[in-house]
């Protein structure tokens, strides 16, 4: 029987031993409790994600500096698995409606920062990415399904453009031009639009972002990003490295806001009088919307949009590189990326013999698929099952017309069974370069081989499609490559020679003509998009003579 209280007992003591333990086991039930073990940042292997400021639950809201968000909440999927890694709590339009007045409110102040001290903030930025670098590459391959080199690769992309948004930061130049006027001076000045909006797509979560925020940042804009709604965490992880460095130099937060939401914000985006530019990276039909509307309001708009691309084989060509490059191109990114290439245009000569090494080459590829975050593989998933469902869709479709499966065509049954959305990458010949099917952008891994005799069969081919995003040729004439760079060849933004039609570097122009949009973002001359141009005449003299030499007196 147990001592009166007060009194040590044996069980009292026991109690009181135990007392420690039983609140460690409350504690752990309570924290078991409110975090899901579904998640799979709450595993060990994937711990690596809190580093990156991320937690279970997420707010999907950043703006003014603070963290909100009061829509629904998601949960962000990963494709090599089909497991929840994390939820996000989304932006509704209203927020969106907080969220704008923040930004202009920054604006002023930024604006009238100068664009070197500008320039600082955006090398300050690049510099947190690389300490960040490799963590952010392994979310972006476990959100998106993108292999690890390409993910830190896609990251690497947002560090380079903010080099280069650096150096931009000092050259934004206008000319002086002469004037027909005595004593006047002509002049273009160039200054930054105000607010502008960015709506990303899946595929690179991080780097249009980057080439459209380091511009537009050392323009002296503040910049509104809607990344993709299947993409938010790395949105937020990618903000939370740019918002420290807003902190540690008291940047006006609002020289960048996020809202991870989907649709509705971003129809709202392009109605927005308020944001005198809309840069839109997706597909052709919501782009098609987008312009629409911003049009209709007199807004700019600057769109990234599908592509159809083509590699040209001419007979004269390197098969080795050929073969190498296919590969890359057409199965890289398990064929999602909008420069993958869709169509190989094949000199009868060579179609054979390039049909059967690509379907061996694709063969071998499988035995490097697998999960996109280990070491080692070089082929991933489809991005979501609705990827899945277009894939096989299109697969059926070409069977239905009469086309030949090479190699691919079908799920990888030893991947998919964990819940990944694996599929081969597919090489199907037989099926006419105008058929409906062809003439598509299906964003998966398949290709379609194409037989022509000449140049300029393959030529009329590569620019027979709507879109105009990304060409390669392959041959070893001087005289053909410079058909195909000219008047008369490829109707692409990007003309390639020699190499695939996928990997472009951030120093150039980056975008397509047709229904690809006609945007250029990143290198080059991109930086004027992002600013208003004002044609200045300044009479230093104290006479006032009339252009064409009118007279009004
Ligand atoms: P998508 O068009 O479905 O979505 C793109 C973005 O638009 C997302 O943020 C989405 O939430 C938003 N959105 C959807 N409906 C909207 C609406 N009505 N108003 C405003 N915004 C809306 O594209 P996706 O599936 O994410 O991406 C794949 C497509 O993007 C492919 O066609 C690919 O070729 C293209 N892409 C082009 C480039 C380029 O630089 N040309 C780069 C990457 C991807």
Redesign the pocket.
């Known amino acids: 029987m147990p001592l009166p209280i007060g009194r040590f007992s044996l069980t009292n003591v026991a109690r009181l031993y135990q007392l420690p333990r039983l609140l460690q086991v409350q504690h752990n039930l309570r924290a078991a409790m409110s975090s899901s073990p579904g998640y799979l940042i709450n595993e060990p292997k994937y711990a690596w994600l809190k580093d990156l400021g991320l937690e279970e639950v997420n707010k999907g809201v950043y703006s003014g500096g603070a963290w909100s968000g009061s829509g629904n909440r998601i949960d962000s999927i990963c494709p090599a698995n089909g497991r929840k890694i994390a939820s996000v709590v989304e932006g509704t339009p209203e927020d969106y409606n907080k969220l704008i007045e923040a930004a202009r409110a920054a604006w002023p102040a930024w604006a009238e920062t100068t664009p070197p001290a500008r320039g600082e903030i955006v090398r300050q930025i690049g510099d947190n990415l690389r300490k960040n670098l490799q963590l952010l590459g392994k979310l972006v391959s476990l959100e998106m399904g993108k292999i690890l080199p390409e993910g830190v690769g896609e990251v690497q992309e947002v560090v380079d453009i903010c080099d280069y948004g650096v150096g931009l930061s000092r050259t934004l130049s206008g000319q002086v031009l002469p004037s027909e006027r005595p004593n006047h001076s002509l002049m273009e000045v160039w200054n930054p639009l105000g607010v502008i909006g960015v ?6 979560p991080c780097a ?1 972002f980057g080439w459209n925020f380091s511009l537009s940042a050392v323009c002296g804009n503040c910049t509104v990003w ?4 299947s993409t938010p965490l790395t949105t937020l992880a990618v903000t939370r490295v740019v918002a420290e460095v807003f902190e540690r130099n008291g940047v006006p937060p609002g020289v960048l806001s996020a809202i991870c939401a ?2 509705d914000v ?2 709202a ?2 109605a927005d009088e308020r944001l005198p530019l809309v840069s ?8 098609r ?2 312009a629409v509307t911003v049009a209709g309001r007199f807004g700019r708009i600057l769109l ?4 159809n691309n083509a590699i040209l084989v001419n007979a004269d060509a390197d098969l080795d590189m050929v073969v190498q490059s296919a590969v890359f191109a057409c199965a890289g990114t398990a064929g999602q990326r ?1 420069t993958s290439t869709r169509r190989l245009v094949l000199h009868s000569s060579v179609h054979d013999q390039v049909v059967s090494r690509l379907g061996k080459a694709l063969e071998s590829l499988m035995a490097k698929a697998g999960d996109p975050v280990e070491q080692g593989v070089l082929y991933g998933p489809l991005h979501s099952p609705a990827s899945v469902e277009k894939y096989e869709s299109a697969v059926a479709r070409a069977q239905a017309e009469g086309g030949q499966i090479v190699f691919g065509g079908k799920r990888i049954s030893r991947l998919s069974s964990s819940g990944g959305y694996f599929v081969e990458p597919t090489l199907i010949t037989g099926l006419k370069p105008d058929s409906p099917l062809v003439q598509e ?1 299906t ?1 998966a891994p398949i290709v379609y081989a194409l037989k022509c005799d000449s140049l300029d069969e393959a030529i009329r081919i590569n620019n027979s499609v709507k879109q105009g ?1 990304s060409s390669s040729l392959f041959t070893r004439d001087l005289s053909n490559l410079f058909r195909w760079i000219g008047p008369r060849g490829s109707d692409c933004g990007l003309v390639n020679v020699n190499i695939p039609t996928s990997g472009a570097e951030i120093g150039g122009a ?3 003509e047709k229904h ?2 006609g945007g250029r ?1 990143s290198g080059s001359d991109a930086w004027k998009q992002y600013m208003r141009r004002s044609t200045c005449t300044i009479n230093y003299g104290k006479d006032l003579p009339l252009a064409q030499g009118i007279k009004f007196e």
Request: hydrophobic residues 45%; negative net charge.
């Open positions: 709506i990303t797509a899946f595929n690179f249009v809607k990344g993709a709604p989907g649709a971003g129809a985006m392009a839109f990276t997706g597909s052709c039909a919501v782009g919307e987008v990234e949009l599908g592509g909008c952008e964003f995003l980056f975008g397509g690809t949009g973002e």
